[in-house]
């Protein structure tokens, strides 16, 4: 079992919906939770960091985490085309190093 | 400054070359990171430096020499590479004490091997 598992994808969205991105990890005493984004030959971007139960939201974006089922997802609101990119969960596990999913990539199509 | 600078952002090296990759921040991280990125593939961790001593080390081979100079400076020094080990490499830094945060990725340098 991979320690941090996420849909390779594309997940294909019309612009202006919702894009639903899902990771699922291993280590259960992982204390913290990231979503990066990485467009094509660029560095990840941290977007999104979440610690406790429950739904974190910033702009168009919400973090949601749920612990008990070792579960973390990112919604995109309203997406755009401009958020076409490899999505990257990375957990903070046990041995305090920040492991990366294998990304999800995300078309957004006008 | 927010930012974590790497040099060169491209790279181009014989089989028999020595060269060396350059990092720095101005943030006050204390910890420090190589991760080594192949195409389609996530970031994989190769160094971990915290107060500027080596903390992790994933088994990477000889041919990769990191070095830390400094809280600000990260180095990894090649020599002896193989065509595969041509791919993105990122440095990175964060909070020693509070990995909460995340990591700041810089830039990083696209390495080819010929």
């Known amino acids: 079992q991979k320690e941090v598992e996420q849909n390779s994808g594309p997940l294909s969205v019309p612009e202006g919906a919702i894009a639903s991105l899902n990771c699922t990890y291993s280590?259960?005493?992982?204390?913290?939770f990231f979503w990066y984004r990485q467009y094509s030959g660029k560095s990840p971007e941290l977007i999104m960091s979440?610690?406790?139960?429950g739904d974190k939201e910033d702009g168009r974006f919400t973090a949601q985490l749920n612990k008990a089922s070792q579960y973390v997802s990112l919604l995109i609101r309203d997406s755009q085309p401009s958020d076409s990119a490899t999505y990257l969960c990375a957990v903070n596990n046990r041995t305090d190093k920040l492991i990366f999913g294998t990304g999800t990539r995300l078309q957004v199509f006008p | 400054d927010t930012e974590v600078t790497q040099t060169p952002k491209h790279l181009v090296m014989g089989m028999t070359n020595k060269k060396s990759l350059k990092c720095e921040q101005h943030?006050?991280?204390?910890?420090m990171y190589w991760y080594k990125q192949k195409a389609k593939k996530p970031p994989e961790l190769m160094f971990v430096y915290s107060y500027e001593k080596l903390s992790i080390n994933e088994s990477v081979p000889s041919r990769f020499s990191p070095e830390c100079p400094n809280s600000s400076l990260l180095n990894l020094h090649l020599h002896a590479l193989q065509p595969e080990d041509s791919a993105l490499y990122l440095c990175a830094s964060s909070q020693a004490d509070d990995r909460g945060y995340g990591y700041t990725f810089g830039s990083g340098t696209r390495l080819t091997v010929v």
């Open positions: 280590d259960r005493v992982s204390q913290s």
């Open positions: 943030m006050g991280h204390r910890a």
């Open positions: 979440i610690y406790s139960n």
